[in-house]
């Protein structure tokens, strides 16, 4: 879980596929989200990434340290530099929201990539038998409570 900026902002990418929100999140880190991201070398069958920037506190205390951090991805417009600076000078009288990572229902495919590929791999392997595990306890319920209620 990683706090939700108070309001965020979607910057236009160098690549039209990707999408990148940016924000200011409560601890004290500026934050950024790419969707879409394919990597050379990561398994495609997994289908494409959302990467994360500024998920520990503060990790980009400066809009030039997250502008860095995405440079590669994204150009932050003036505007919305000056947009996440008064965000962040009023953040300290902002209340904290949960923001979950990746997209609820798409989640199987998506995750945080890591420097290892082969620790992604994993975290998603994991991720996806527990969604397979969690969604055969239910179908057990499921099948459970129609024999009982129709015998």
Do not use: K
Request: include cysteine; aromatic fraction near 6%; charged fraction near 20%.
């Amino acid at each position: 879980m990683i706090d939700a900026p108070a309001r965020y902002y979607v910057v236009s990418c160098r690549d039209r596929r990707l999408t990148a929100v940016v924000g200011f999140a409560a601890q004290r880190t500026y934050i950024a989200r790419i969707d879409d991201v394919r990597v050379d070398g990561v398994d495609g069958a997994t289908g494409p990434l959302t990467l994360w920037f500024g998920t520990r506190v503060g990790e980009l205390a400066t809009v030039d340290v997250l502008q860095d951090a995405i440079r590669e991805y994204a150009v932050i417009p003036a505007t919305v530099r000056a947009s996440l600076q008064r965000d962040a000078a009023a953040g300290a009288d902002q209340v904290a929201v949960t923001w979950l990572v990746g997209h609820a229902a798409g989640e199987l495919g998506h995750s945080v990539v890591a420097a290892d590929p082969g620790r992604w791999r994993r975290r998603t392997r994991r991720r996806a038998l527990w969604v397979l595990a969690a969604l055969l306890l239910a179908a057990v319920v499921a099948v459970t409570a129609v024999i009982q209620l129709s015998g």
